[in-house]
């Protein structure tokens, strides 16, 4: 089935530890987004790529980096990951020459302890 | 910024309407709508362009005045299946490289 698989679904860390959440695409779709989503604050982009070779940051961008190295994998890493990044992190991709859309992934559930 | 989303929360009885409104203090270029199920991950409802043009689904419509940076969310004749959080993403750039969301707006339709 076409979209978005983000891996691990659950992950609890300790503080300190780096993590690396997977987000892999098989749409095509040229611009892939990270967002993390807590209760009250809504959707917060994290860091975006409009197309492989290029990121960019976000709203939140602090304490996290990413890559795209081709077009259909956008990992996220926390280096030293701290308790305020516990979350529900989102993948998200769209075809800028279409509607823009956003496709998004299932979620990863991140508790830093 | 985040656009401002209203009301925060509201609760209908199922043939309800309702209204969900989305401010911003920047231009924008479009304004999306997606609508969350709990432990769900977002699905795209619609999106709207500057022009003004209002755009339906099924009982749901919404509308874009770009002068006013607003956006309105339209339920007519809510359902249970409505329930859910709404979220509107705007952005500025053409293209729509930087969607940015508000902080949502539950709906709970009680039969």
């Known amino acids: 089935i076409a979209g978005i698989t983000q891996a691990p679904t659950s992950q609890i860390l300790a503080a300190g530890r780096r993590m690396t959440l997977r987000c892999t695409q098989d749409?095509?779709?040229?611009?892939m987004y990270w967002y993390r989503q807590d209760l009250g604050l809504g959707l917060r982009l994290i860091h975006y790529?409009?197309?492989?070779?290029?990121?960019g940051k976000g709203e939140v961008p602090d304490g996290y980096s990413v890559s795209r190295a081709n077009t259909d994998d956008f990992p996220l890493t926390l280096a030293s990951a701290v308790p305020s990044q516990t979350s529900v992190y989102f993948c998200?991709?769209?075809?800028?020459?279409?509607?823009?859309?956003?496709?998004f992934g299932e979620g990863s559930r991140l508790t830093v302890l | 910024q985040q656009p401002v989303q209203s009301p925060q929360a509201v609760i209908l009885r199922e043939g309800e309407d309702a209204v969900i409104n989305c401010s911003s203090s920047?231009?924008?270029?479009?304004v999306h709508w997606y609508r969350q199920k709990h432990g769900e991950a977002p699905v795209f409802l619609m999106i709207?362009?500057?022009?003004?043009e209002q755009k339906g689904h099924e009982k749901i419509s919404a509308s874009f005045n770009e002068k006013k940076q607003q956006s309105s969310l339209y339920l007519t004749a809510s359902q249970l299946s409505y329930s859910g959080t709404y979220f509107c993403?705007?952005?500025?750039?053409?293209?729509?490289?930087?969607?940015?969301f508000g902080a949502g707006t539950r709906l709970f339709v009680k039969a």
């Open positions: 998200a991709s769209s075809d800028s020459r279409g509607t823009g859309e956003l496709f």
């Open positions: 749409m095509r779709h040229n611009a």
């Open positions: 790529s409009n197309t492989a070779g290029t990121t």
């Open positions: 920047k231009a924008l270029y479009s």
């Open positions: 709207l362009l500057k022009g003004g």
């Open positions: 993403g705007t952005e500025k750039n053409t293209g729509g490289f930087k969607t940015i």
